[in-house]
Every structure is written in structure tokens, then in C-alpha cells.
Nanobody, 121 residues
Framework: QVQLVESGGGLVQAGGSLRLSCAPSVSIYSINAMAWYRQAPGNQRELVASIASDGSTNYADSVKGRFTISRDNAKNTAYLQMNSLKPEDTAVYYC???????????????WGQGTQVTVSS
């Protein structure tokens, strides 16, 4: 129903940085919560970072201190700033967002199409 469009992935050397962006394909009133997941070949999809409605954040141990999740409700965009990237971070990253189209409307949850992040050593 509502598509999330991701961007910002690519190839980067170890130690480099990337910033992933995620934006709905339609107008959004507000973002309630969002999260970033990743899935490497042969692995299950894992939660990387999340931000709740109150702004509290949570990170996987493997990315703490290196990744920062944020959101900009005015721009209807979610971000994942990734610093000090490691080859182990190589995966397809997926945005997940809970938001609503209009004030007082019900919330929806959608996934992005995934963006490839490849970190070379």
C-alpha cells in the first residue's frame, strides 16, 4: 500500500561511511517508529537499529558506537548513518517504518525494497 524508497547504499572501503535514507512514496503525516534491518547472504534478517515514538533508540551490539539512527518527520525521512564500516557490515539493508497518512488515522507498517551495502577490506 505504501512503499518505502531506500537510497544511499553502495560500495565503500573499510573504515568509510555511508548514510542510508528511507522515505515513503506518498505523503505522510508522522512517523511513529522506524527501524533498520539487514540481511547477509545465508543469514537471517537482523535488527540493526530502531527508534521509538519517544525518540529512544536501540542498537545491535555489533553496531553500537558506529551507527546512528534518526528520523526527520518534516521531511518524512528516516536515516541510518553508518561510520567506521567493517566488512562484516556487508548486507542488504531494509528500512521498516510505522507511520500514518493523516492526523488521527491508523498506523501502517511498511518495508523498503532493500539497499545493498558492501564494505571491502
Amino acid at each position: 500500500q505504501v512503499q518505502l524508497v531506500e537510497s544511499g547504499g553502495g560500495l565503500v572501503q573499510a573504515g568509510g561511511s555511508l548514510r542510508l535514507s528511507c522515505a515513503p512514496s506518498v505523503s505522510i503525516y508522522s512517523i511513529n517508529a522506524m527501524a533498520w534491518y539487514r540481511q547477509a547472504p545465508g543469514n537471517q534478517r537482523e535488527l540493526v537499529a530502531s527508534i521509538a515514538s519517544d525518540g529512544s533508540t536501540n542498537y545491535a551490539d555489533s553496531v553500537k558506537g558506529r551507527f546512528t539512527i534518526s528520523r526527520d518527520n518534516a521531511k518524512n525521512t528516516a536515516y541510518l548513518q553508518m561510520n567506521s564500516l567493517k566488512p562484516e557490515d556487508t548486507a542488504v539493508y531494509y528500512c521498516n517504518m510505522r507511520a500514518r497518512r493523516y492526523s488521527g488515522s491508523s498506523y501502517f507498517t511498511s518495508w523498503g525494497q532493500g539497499t545493498q551495502v558492501t564494505v571491502s577490506s
